[in-house]
């Protein structure tokens, strides 16, 4: 059975950052290309950002790239969501995930960037 625990969220000021972890169990990790997707009040998941399972490769959406850096630990099983210079856009729930449309995801951790 997959698992995915995201943790690391909060309220952050605007500027700020943060890191989101994320704990993968059920499926071999480690073979696995991995993605963050969020969602924002009110709209629907979008996708972030994405690893290859060896992480010889990352790719990002235009509003993360030179912002956030995502990586991943395969002996931890754990994927990691560096995120810098928030602005109150990023607000959203943040879910790790095995797909890019976010079907397998977790339960995801929520980012609020406000004064």
């Known amino acids: 059975q997959v698992q995915l625990v995201e943790s690391g969220g909060g309220l952050v000021l605007p500027g700020g950052s943060l890191r989101l972890s994320c704990v993968a169990s059920g499926f071999t990790f480690s073979r696995s290309n991995m993605y963050w997707v969020r969602q924002a009040p009110g709209l629907g998941l979008e996708w972030v950002a994405e690893i290859s399972a060896f992480a010889t490769w990352t790719n990002y959406r235009d509003f993360a790239e030179g912002r956030f850096t995502i990586s991943r630990d395969n002996a931890k099983n754990t994927l990691y969501l560096e995120m810098n210079r928030l602005n109150p856009e990023d607000t959203a729930v943040y879910y790790c995930?095995?797909?890019?449309?976010?079907?397998?995801r977790g339960q995801g951790t929520r980012v609020t960037v406000s004064t």
């Open positions: 995930a095995k797909d890019r449309d976010g079907i397998e």
